[in-house]
């Protein structure tokens, strides 16, 4: 357990409406990271980032966007969601000290 | 881009039985983790092997790095219904800035 908290946990919305995904973090881990999980592909890295305001995209990162405004927190916002957007989505930390990913309990999002 | 194939994506077998999951890629990762995650949480980390070659065992799951860094297996011995869940081997990439490269996962179904 690396502290690792993610709001909400379930949601579901319609296709246009926007949807913010919180994930934050009590240990002051500089690295943060928001996947994907869908049947057969795994977890895709979506965006990450490596300290306040310092964020990159990853190999799945259109139609999200990121911000990190403080240490303990990494939003992630669909701005127009859309159905294909339908999935679980992960946030995770890396302990330096261990250069380990850990990983938040997950929120389960459902576009309509 | 770089990619992990895992397989199978689906096993299910008897209690006692052994089973292997074979990770593969053509591109050489600085090391590669394996991760289990039960339904409605987030990936929990198994082991990270680093070294070509290396074996890892973790009582009776043992892990193994291929010589050229390729490729990985986790062979279960004796499986037991606790050990259900999906597995997914990730690859820490040498020019990626450390970011994970997951394969697809193999869910795993040991019946009494």
């Known amino acids: 357990d690396a502290g690792i908290t993610q709001s909400p946990r379930h949601k579901v919305t319609e296709t246009g409406t926007p949807v913010t995904l919180r994930c934050h973090q009590t240990e002051n881990h500089r690295y943060m990271y928001w996947y994907r999980q869908d049947p057969g592909h795994g977890l895709r890295l979506i965006h990450y980032s490596y300290g306040v305001k310092d964020t990159d995209k990853g190999e799945v990162s259109d139609g999200y966007s990121v911000s990190r405004s403080k240490t303990e927190d990494f939003l992630l916002t669909l701005e127009s969601a859309t159905s294909s957007q339908t999935s679980v989505y992960f946030c995770a930390i890396t302990r330096e000290v261990t250069d380990t990913q850990y990983f938040g309990p997950g929120t389960r999002l459902t576009v309509l | ?112």
């Open chain 2, 1 to 112: 881009t770089q990619l992990l194939e895992q397989s199978p994506q689906f096993l299910s077998i008897q209690e006692g039985e052994n089973l292997t999951v074979y990770c593969n890629s053509s591109s050489v990762f600085s090391s590669l983790q394996w991760y289990r995650q039960e339904p409605g949480e987030g990936p929990v980390l198994l082991v990270t092997v680093v070294t070509g070659g290396e074996v890892k065992k973790l009582k009776r799951l043992t892990f193994q790095f291929g010589d050229a860094r390729k490729d990985s297996s986790l062979h279960i011995t004796a499986a037991q219904p606790g050990d259900t869940g999906l597995y997914l081997c990730a690859g820490v990439s040498y020019n990626q800035g450390g970011k994970l490269i997951f394969g697809q996962g193999t869910e795993l179904s040991v019946k009494p």
